[in-house]
């Protein structure tokens, strides 16, 4: 059985910094294209980060150069580091992992960890 488990999230203030811990069970992650989406209050869920089964990622424009995706296939686990997190960060982020496109039918999700940013 497939399972992606999410930790880390928290409620902090804005410019602090959090990191999301994606751990999985079932399938080898080294194998997937990983990826961290969030979806706040009213909103569609939208892509973060993903990070390729050889580590190539990339980011939404809103978070280059705050947030980094990574990947310990040893500890089978994926991490979203998030730093000068801003109040429009607040969201439920999920991890997702995929052999084929990110946010497709044909991805195992998480079940969400709550970053809340106040002002």
């Known amino acids: 059985q497939v399972q992606l488990a999410e930790s880390g999230g928290g409620l902090v203030q804005a410019g602090d910094s959090l990191r999301l811990s994606c751990a999985a069970s079932g399938l080898p992650l080294n194998r997937y294209l990983m990826g961290w989406f969030r979806q706040a209050p009213g909103k569609q869920r939208e892509l973060v980060a993903g990070?390729?089964?050889?580590?190539?990622?990339n980011y939404a424009d809103y978070v280059k150069g705050r947030f980094t995706i990574s990947r310990d296939n040893a500890k089978n686990t994926v991490y979203l580091q998030m730093n000068s997190l801003k109040p429009e960060d607040t969201a439920v982020y999920y991890c997702?992992?995929?052999?084929?496109?990110?946010?497709?039918?044909?991805?195992?999700w998480g079940q969400g960890t709550q970053v809340t940013v106040s002002s």
């Open positions: 997702a992992a995929t052999r084929a496109i990110l946010g497709s039918d044909d991805n195992y």
């Open positions: 990070i390729s089964s050889i580590g190539s990622t």
